[in-house]
C-alpha cells in the first residue's frame, strides 16, 4: 500500500462542521467514522462503495492523519 506524507489537501477541520471533529473535505464524514469503519474489518472497497463522493486518497487520508496525530501525543497505558 502506498503511503501518504500529506494529508492536508483531503482533511479540514471547521467549529461550524460536526462540531468541529476533522472530516473528510466535501463530506460531512468524520476521520473517526472511516477510521472506525477500517478498524471494523470494512475494506476499503467497501467504504467507497457506501460514499460514493469518496475516494481512496480520502481513506488514505484518514490513516495518515491519525498516525500523525497520535505521533505528536503521549500514550499512557494503565
Not at 33 to 53: D, F, K, W
Request: with cysteine.
Amino acid at each position: 500500500m502506498k503511503t501518504m506524507s500529506d494529508w492536508t489537501p483531503y482533511i479540514e477541520q471547521d467549529p461550524e462542521v460536526m462540531m468541529g471533529k476533522p472530516v473528510l473535505k466535501g463530506t460531512r464524514l468524520t476521520v473517526e467514522h472511516v477510521l472506525r469503519e477500517l478498524g471494523s474489518g470494512q475494506s476499503e472497497a467497501e467504504i467507497l462503495a457506501g460514499y460514493p463522493r469518496l475516494t481512496i486518497e480520502h481513506v488514505r487520508a484518514a490513516q495518515a492523519y491519525a498516525a500523525d496525530v497520535l505521533a505528536c501525543e503521549e500514550v499512557i497505558f494503565g
